[in-house]
């Protein structure tokens, strides 16, 4: 069965400190694997997309198959980097059925203190 | 290009009571979902469509019904609401079901007292 952990509910961190939130996923497949990203009062927006591999306001994220993991990355927080973060994975084409659909973990609130 | 609407944004309802959140997408999206939002639970799928005409359960669909007459719109219904429906819905839609990013609207906080 499609699982995404993010073991953090709340990370603190303080303004130009590197952050990690971490993501861990169980599939038994070759997953599509995303951050998507809430700030206060707006709405889910994706944030990076793990086949883009591209640096989105500084983050970036690295899909390591043999740790199941997708830790989202940045080396310099800022303050407008507070938000609430979700890991979701898509089983893809190759799968149909329900797991073409986007599983989402619990969320990590990120905060960052001036 | 509105995106994704979500109406009402707000709603009360009484335990019993039935009532119909509505999501329209203006970017032919394939693709649509609810989502229901609750505190450390994350994000739980409750129902989806692949196409007009075409819908499927999610993770939590029990209490909801969902359908699909067009492309645009993807109302959902809540038969008879229950306090433990108290949570903020967000619809959502994307090109095709398969690796294409979702876009999301802006909710529906909905209170069952």
């Known amino acids: 069965a499609q699982r995404v952990t993010q073991p953090e509910k709340l990370l603190s961190v303080f303004k130009g400190a590197p952050v990690e939130l971490k993501c861990n996923y169980s599939y038994s497949g070759s997953p599509e694997l995303f951050w998507y990203v809430q700030y206060s009062r707006q709405r889910l927006q994706l944030l990076l997309r793990h086949i883009s591999r591209e640096s989105i306001k500084g983050f970036t994220a690295d899909l390591n198959k043999g740790e199941t993991s997708f830790h989202l990355k940045k080396p310099f927080a800022q303050e407008e980097d507070s938000a609430m973060y979700y890991c979701?994975?898509?089983?893809?084409?190759?799968?149909?059925?329900?797991?073409?659909?986007?599983?989402f973990g619990k969320g990590t609130k990120l905060s960052v203190k001036p | 290009n509105a995106g994704v609407t979500q109406t009402p944004k707000f709603q009360v309802l009484k335990t019993g009571q039935s009532m119909t959140l509505q999501c329209a997408q203006d970017?032919?999206?394939?693709?649509m979902s609810w989502y229901r939002q609750d505190p450390g639970m994350g994000l739980r799928l409750i129902h989806y469509s692949v196409g007009a005409g075409i819908t499927d359960q999610g993770e939590v669909p029990n209490g909801y019904n969902v359908s699909r007459s067009t492309t645009e719109d993807f109302p959902l219904r809540l038969l008879s609401a229950a306090p433990s429906q108290t949570s903020v819905y967000f619809c959502a839609s994307s090109r095709t079901r398969y690796n294409s990013p979702l876009h999301f609207g802006n909710g529906t906080r909905l209170t069952v007292t």
């Open positions: 979701a994975l898509s089983g893809g084409v190759t799968y149909g059925g329900s797991q073409g659909n986007l599983i």
């Open positions: 970017m032919n999206h394939e693709y």
